[in-house]
């Protein structure tokens, strides 16, 4: 038998025969990266390979570094196995990678979201004998709401705090979830973005994504205005400057009551940019694999059920984040 | 019980407590009328009792779901609840049903008494007619477990406010046992509320916050009474109109469990109210806490037990006298008066007056408090000589000064997630002391750690992990805490064959390797100090 395409090492997922690893959390010599997310791409190898989306926050994020771009789908023959990415619907640029050897085709998810929202590349799936995909949220709780109607209870929310004379601060990803936020919201009224959201817009409106201008978040802010800024930052007690205000998050975490409640926020909106029980479970079976390969999340027990439901199902030992349901960020 | 959902809705979607009481005004204002005397009656505790047990509902909500019991198991520590875990899980419902609350909580009551397959059925088709928020609601009317972050004085205050009434007059009204299937919303916060002992109604009871600061602060000790803070259960005999009633702090009646104490009513004479402390007593001091725990238990009590541990009814203060509300009287002259009725009852009678405790300074009532332990006692109360009786948790008139805890300083074995607040923070340990070569679990805590210490732990306990068993995690023997803890009791249930009164973590001891742990030894010396 063959040893596996990919398989993890200290560094990383690698893939021996074509020489590369996947979203390494050390550097190593190729780094092939699936989105621009902090804990799947990390600063410090000698190059790296990404589509043009995630090429330009990872300019942003690392500085000068050497990066070779790949569009949707086209082949890029590394060592002895061709690799392709396809969108994977969970930041505008995030990709799926396809790892294809003589006779054996591997998908590595990245993080995924099947729900289409507005901005990012929607997910499609793709044919695999194995598939190594992340569930963050694999558990059967967590089934997302209509990202519709989650807006309309922003909106909602978000006139309530205007006529009570608030400051209405939402604490979003700055990198991904923010700007479908941005998107999704325009019109609605002014919103005033954090500096970490802002250069996280301002990155991928430069590589072509309609992200909709926003303020600067500094007071004073306009009458009846939003504030989207990090969760990190609300923690922090940095929305005190606007005076009054009403906290929410906006995360698949908000799905339960008792997460939302510890952050202490007064709103939980559940928006995910990862994939739901329902999602996890079609996409999976979308791509026809024998194998699915775990990460990020409760892997043991969604790997046992999908075993029980008749896969070859395991989890991988990765160093990705989403194991903690501490961050709101996910 | 869509007002009902948007009232919790309004409240669980806020922190400030201006906005909770606003919310909850204006539904007592404008709800229907039996929705507001069962939402009044859930929040102040009355609970409904469980219908159906928590592994049922487990059951059936995995079977409605298409999924393995064990796979809802996985996901409850999660979600930290389980009336919300099996409301998440369900699949859509396939119609819209629309009963009040009190049509619900009248469908609850006539659950009980059918079989369980029509229990099943009946509930599988609740849940297939609500939506995701009322059917957490509905389950956590069926599971008996209802709290919605609002507290007794915080719906005391919304009552007054939508009705116009005193807040003092709405906590008066609301003691007691009336049933809410059988209580009109008027005259239940007109405090005609009818039930079991409703003419011998007890006053809300006013309590002591903890001494934080030195006594010192508290001024002249000349303008403070001292008496010991006994460990038992806080009661209230009410006596008025021929009927006799025993109160404990929860509103629950509990004359039947204290028939002595019963006795003691039929002597006082009518219209009177004594707050004080229930105690199984023998000879000239308490029992332990756990003597009097038999008698919590038990609904119907054997000659036996009214032998083995007998109750004593110590006396704190008089609250009614002649059928007249001393309550607004300073506290030196309701002693006074609670001393000389004390006197002038005839001898034999389970009723002592609890002795104060004169002091000249500070410094000798420190030297007092040492010595609680050794009269049964678990710390000292200070109260303003001065004081009015108040209604609930104050600051300023009383006091409670409890001794230090008992410590020991042991090493955490296993770990679970929280609930609520803490689902995903591994925040309830199990501890083990050395005994000989192995280590023996005896105690679980799972407060007095800062939420960024929960977090360093909860991370610790992820990469520590040797074993799961469901939630339940066993760890590395490796961190050591500070147990703090009020007392030992025999245990045959605990592998320890001991367990601890109000154990808590009182810190993390960075500092300490296992290796330093201590030993049940040192536990069984306690145990065996306090039976002698
Ligand atoms: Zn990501
Ligand atoms: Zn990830």
Known sequence: MRAPLLSPDAAGLACPEGGFHVDPWRPVPRAVITHAHADHARGGSDAYLCTPGTAAMLRQRLGTVQVQEAGWGEPVALGAVTVSFHPAGHVPGSAQLRVAR??????????????????????????????????????????WPDQGAELARIRDWWAGCAAAGV????????????????????????????????????????????????????????????????????????AGRFGPASTAFASGWMAIRGLRRRRGAERGFVLSDHADWPGLNAAIRATGAARVLLTHGTTAAFARYLAEGGLEAGALATAYAGESLDEAGA | MRRFAALFAALDGTTGTAAKVAALADYFRTAPEPDRVWTVALLSG???????????????????????????????PVVGDL???????????????????????????????????????????????????????????????????????????????????????IAAALTGAWD?????????????????????????????????????????????????????????????????????????????????????????????AIDGEV????????????????RIGRKTVSRKLLAEAPALLMAYDLLEAGGEDLRAAPFALRRARLAALVAGLPPGLPLRLSPELPFADWGALAAARAQARATGAEGLMLKRRASAYGVGRRRGDWWKWKVEPFTVDA????AQAGHGRRATLFTDYTFALR???????????????????????????RAHTLERFGPVRRVVPELVFEIGFEGVQPSPRHKAGLALRFPRMLRWRRDKPAAEIGTLAELRALLAAQAG
């Open chain 2, 46 to 76: 009355r609970r409904p009792k469980r219908a159906v047990a928590a592994a049922r509902l487990r059951e059936w909500a995995a079977e409605a779901a298409g999924l393995p019991r064990w796979l809802v198991e996985e996901a409850y």
């Open chain 1, 167 to 238: 400051v209405p601060v939402l604490g979003a990803y700055s990198l991904g979830k923010a700007q479908r936020l941005i998107a999704g919201l325009a019109g609605a009224g002014p919103i005033a973005a954090h500096p970490a959201v802002e250069g996280a817009s301002a990155a991928l409106r430069a590589a072509g994504y309609p992200v909709p201008d926003t303020l600067p978040a500094a007071p004073p802010l306009p009458p009846g205005a939003l504030v989207i800024a990090p969760p990190a930052a609300l923690a922090g007690g940095w």
């Open chain 2, 411 to 414: 090493v955490m074995v296993y």
């Open chain 1, 102 to 143: 003589a006779g054996e085709v591997w998908v590595v998810s990245g993080d995924y979201k099947t729900a289409p929202d507005g901005l990012s590349e929607a997910f499609e799936p793709v044919a695999c004998d194995t598939f190594v995909s992340e569930c963050t949220f694999g558990l059967p709780v967590f089934r």
């Open chain 2, 180 to 272: 809410p299937a059988t209580t009109r919303f008027a005259d239940l916060v007109a405090g005609a509320g009818a039930g079991p002992g409703a003419d011998a109604r007890p006053y809300p009871f006013f309590l002591a916050y903890p001494l934080e600061d030195p006594p010192e602060r508290l001024g002249d000790p000349a303008h403070w009474h001292a008496e010991w803070k006994w460990d038992g259960i806080r009661g209230q005999l009410v006596a008025r109109g021929g009927t006799v009633a025993l109160w404990s702090r929860g509103d629950e009646l509990v004359t039947d469990r204290f028939p002595e104490l019963a006795a003691l009513g039929n002597a006082l004479p009518p219209g009177t």
């Open chain 2, 279 to 294: 105690l199984a007593w023998a000879g000239h001091g308490p029992l332990p806490f756990a003597a009097l725990q038999t």
């Open chain 2, 435 to 461: 005994d000989g070569d192995a280590l023996v679990p005896f105690a679980k805590a799972y407060s007095g750690l800062t939420d960024a210490e929960f977090r360093e732990i909860s991370a610790w306990v």
């Open chain 2, 83 to 169: 009336a919300e875990t099996i409301a998440l899980i369900l699949p859509p419902p396939s119609r819209a049903t629309d009963r009040s609350l009190s049509d619900w909580m009248a469908w609850l009551a006539g659950l009980a008494p059918r079989d369980e397959a029509a229990r099943k059925a009946a509930i599988l088709e609740a849940w297939d007619g609500l939506d995701a928020t009322g059917r957490f609601l509905f389950n956590k009317l069926l599971t008996g477990g209802f709290r919605m972050g609002v507290s007794r004085g915080l719906m005391t205050r919304a009552l007054a406010e939508a009705t116009g009434r005193a807040e003092t007059d």
